[in-house]
Nanobody
Framework: QLQLVESGGGLVKPGGSLKLSCATS????????MSWYRQAPGKEREMVAI???????NYADSVKGRFTMTRDFAKKMVFLQMNSLKPEDTGVYYC???????????WGQGTQVTVPS
């Protein structure tokens, strides 16, 4: 059974930085895509960043130039470096993966990021 465990959330002032981590129990090559989503209070969950199996990354327009998604094969982890944080970045951040060659997907439990206005 796959496990996804996010960490690194917290309370940070506007303009500050946080680095989120998502640890998996399987090799990163198990996944066709690995993504970070966030859900703000009263809003729908939205994708923030995605990394494809080949290494290509894409970002939501709202975070381009501020967020960077990376991965570490040895640690079986993905990361989201978040810089120049804004109050609108507040939300619960989730790690999401899609298993290669299937429609199987998993969500992590989420980690709270709060940037007060």
């Amino acid at each position: 059974q796959l496990q996804l465990v996010e960490s690194g959330g917290g309370l940070v002032k506007p303009g500050g930085s946080l680095k989120l981590s998502c640890a998996t129990s399987l090799s990163i090559l198990t996944f066709n895509t690995m993504s970070w989503y966030r859900q703000a209070p009263g809003k729908e969950r939205e994708m923030v960043a995605i990394i494809f199996r080949g290494g290509t990354t894409n970002y939501a327009d709202s975070v381009k130039g501020r967020f960077t998604m990376t991965r570490d094969f040895a640690k079986k982890m993905v990361f989201l470096q978040m810089n120049s944080l804004k109050p609108e970045d507040t939300g619960v951040y989730y790690c999401y993966v899609e298993v290669v060659g299937s429609r199987i997907n998993y969500w992590g439990q989420g980690t709270q990021v709060t940037v007060p206005s």
